[in-house]
């Protein structure tokens, strides 16, 4: 069973920085695009950031370019997404995303993490 765990959420001010981590668990041959997405309440789930397997291609949201970054670490199963300069807009639950090839990369199958809040107030 392939698990995804996200941490590092929180309050914080605004101007202020946060981590977020996920680490992808269980059996599994590979991950693949692993990405953040984020739910604020009353909007629809949005693209955060996302970032290919080797990590040289990454997509940010307009809204958070500049300030966010998105890197990852094969070896630890893990995926970042580095804060800095938060505004209040940017208050949401955030879920972490990641294909993944569960027992061969023929069949690769999405998943998701229950999320973790972020909120900006002062």
């Known amino acids: 069973q392939v698990q995804l765990v996200e941490s590092g959420g929180g309050l914080v001010q605004p101007g202020g920085s946060l981590r977020l981590s996920c680490t992808a668990s269980?059996?599994?041959?590979?991950?693949?695009?692993m990405g953040w997405y984020r739910q604020a309440p009353g909007k629809q789930r949005e693209l955060v950031a996302d970032i290919a397997r080797g990590g040289n291609t990454t997509t940010y949201a307009d809204s958070v370019k500049g300030r966010f970054t998105i890197s990852r670490d094969n070896a630890e199963n893990t995926v970042y997404l580095q804060m800095n300069m938060l505004k209040p807009e940017d208050t949401a639950v955030y879920y972490c995303?990641?294909?993944?090839?569960?027992?061969?990369?023929?069949?690769?199958?999405?998943?998701w993490g229950r999320g973790t809040q972020v909120t900006v107030s002062s």
């Open positions: 995303k990641a294909d993944i090839a569960p027992y061969t990369d023929y069949y690769i199958r999405t998943y």
């Open positions: 269980g059996s599994f041959i590979r991950l693949y695009v």
